[in-house]
């Protein structure tokens, strides 16, 4: 009898594995859950994976040497900087992002960053909660009609959100090295920096971007700016966003991602009265939901299929 093909999954995360794990099984794989995140403990009947469900852990060299007939690594992001790039190319190994899942929604998450910073929110709820009312509301917002949008990355969801947003402003600037989007003046990131009121980023974690925004980029951006990530919170630094905020060289960020997810519970976003921070949720609707759980693991299934053909 024919061995079944074995599949890991190499850590748990927010996401549960069962949908992924009934899609692989009612297709003939033997599937293992790992916690590759905390241990690098690996049953014998799992070594001979030839595909992975990657998590959140970090898949470097040890991964691929536990893991000789590896072929096929599917992620459940868009982004793929969980996988150590050069390592899966020198063991021959396909990395297949997960793509397009939630591009309506973290656009979305992006606009609404944007209006809670931009109209103050979440001071205006705090005066309601504290018993207060109009006269405790000590912010002016801006009307944004009179200011410029710049948006960093023009890929699906940095031109969904500059569709949503473009109404809002009287200008809409973009900066992409190799993509264009509808209705988008495109602009060199000198320019970008220079004359965005509000910033917002839409870009992956490459060696390029990483700690792309830091305290000299903040400087060349008008004072008063404000600054919206919803992509990796490492393309900032935020010590400099954090020195930035509290000088009123930006007047507020509003972010979905910090560094080292969960952050450490003194990072000072987590409270600063001018961040708002969501925890990584940008990603997450009821519709988007089933396509995380499913399709990477839809995706192996076909990839197997057109290996056996």
Do not use: K
């Not at 996988?83 to 190994?93: F, I, N, Q």
């Not at 899942?101 to 909660?129: G, N």
């Not at 920096?193 to 008008?222: C, F, N, Y």
């Amino acid at each position: 009898m024919t061995a079944r093909p074995v599949v890991v999954i190499t850590d748990v995360t927010d996401l549960s594995p069962a949908p992924a794990i009934a899609v692989l099984e009612e297709a003939g794989f033997d599937v293992h859950v790992l916690a590759w995140d905390v241990s690098r403990a690996v049953p014998d009947a799992a070594r001979d994976a030839v595909a992975a469900l990657a998590g959140y852990a970090h898949l470097g060299e040890d991964f691929f040497a536990a893991f000789p007939d590896l072929r096929w690594i599917g992620t459940a992001s868009t982004g793929t900087d969980m996988v150590d790039a050069a390592a899966a190319s020198a063991h021959g190994v396909t990395v297949r992002p997960l793509a397009g899942a939630s591009t309506e929604e973290v656009a979305t998450h992006a606009l609404a960053l944007l209006l809670a910073v931009e109209r103050a929110l979440p001071e205006a709820q705090a005066a309601v909660r504290d018993g207060l009312w109009t006269d405790a509301f000590t912010a002016l917002p801006r009307r944004l009609r009179d200011h410029t949008l710049g948006v960093c990355g023009l890929g699906r969801i940095g031109a969904r959100f500059a569709e949503l947003a473009a109404p809002l402003f009287g200008r809409v600037i973009g900066y992409d090295p190799v993509a264009t989007a509808a209705g988008v003046e495109s602009v060199g990131l000198d320019e970008l920096l220079a004359a965005s009121d509000v910033l917002s980023l839409h870009l992956p974690l490459l060696e390029s971007t990483r700690g792309m925004i830091g305290a000299a980029e903040l400087a060349r951006m008008p004072r008063g700016a404000s600054l919206v990530n919803v992509s990796r919170g490492e393309l900032v630094d935020l010590d400099a966003v954090a020195a930035a905020l509290d000088s009123g060289r930006l007047r507020g960020v509003g972010f979905d991602v910090l560094d080292g997810e969960p952050p450490r519970i003194d990072h000072p976003l987590r409270t600063h009265p001018r961040a708002v921070v969501t925890p990584h949720v940008g990603f997450l609707s009821d519709a988007s939901l089933r396509t995380y759980e499913r399709e990477p693991a839809e995706a192996l299934v076909q990839w197997w299929r057109g290996q056996a053909a």
